[in-house]
């Protein structure tokens, strides 16, 4: 079946670093998305992604979607407390529906 | 309603027990999914019910677990004889379309199922 690899596995910065992360495809798509899932909350949607190539941002938010198809990347600038929470990327065909394994970030003062 | 409801938001029950979860999804959402995700870990997919077509079906761990979706609308995840293993937090996700066209899921907040 279908591996979707996310890293890293978990961050923990300083307030104001820049972050960066990434998920990788054995298989190529047309659609990635990120999504952000705080504590206690389902995971909601930051920046979606169709086409190869694309580079979009959402406030301090970047994503580009990789030309291969097989790969994402999803940068956040100048990091807040806020963004602390579970970063996962999303790809799928309509018979297989994928998470990537999550990437845990912690923002400390 | 506004967003997708879930209901229990918390469930503790004894091994053994059957326990439902309810999903109510937004209204007008054609495509529902299940996913499941355990303490620290990723979100593992469940089902999804798109329409009237059959169920995708092929995340379900064993046969005690089943989920329904009546008139299109709400659906139920059913697990029977539930295993310590069970304890998870259930999230529910809608969608307008099935995610060829927009992948974007609106996910509730989930039912926390514990079991003793």
Redesign the interface.
Known sequence: GQQLNQSPQSMFIQEGEDVSMNCTSSSIFNTWLWYKQEPGEGPVLLIALYKAGELTSNGRLTAQFGITRKDSFLNISASIPSDVGIYFCWTGTASKLTFGTGTRLQVTL | GAG?SQSPSNKVTEKGKDVELRCDPISGHTAL?W?RQSLG???E?LI?FQGNSAP?K?GLPSDRFSAERTGGSVSTLTIQRTQQEDSAVY?C?SSLA???N????F????SRLTVL
């Open positions: 997708v999914y996913y870990q990723g979100l997919f999804y995708d092929s999230l996700a099935l995610l060829a927009t992948g974007e899921l996910f509730g907040e989930g």
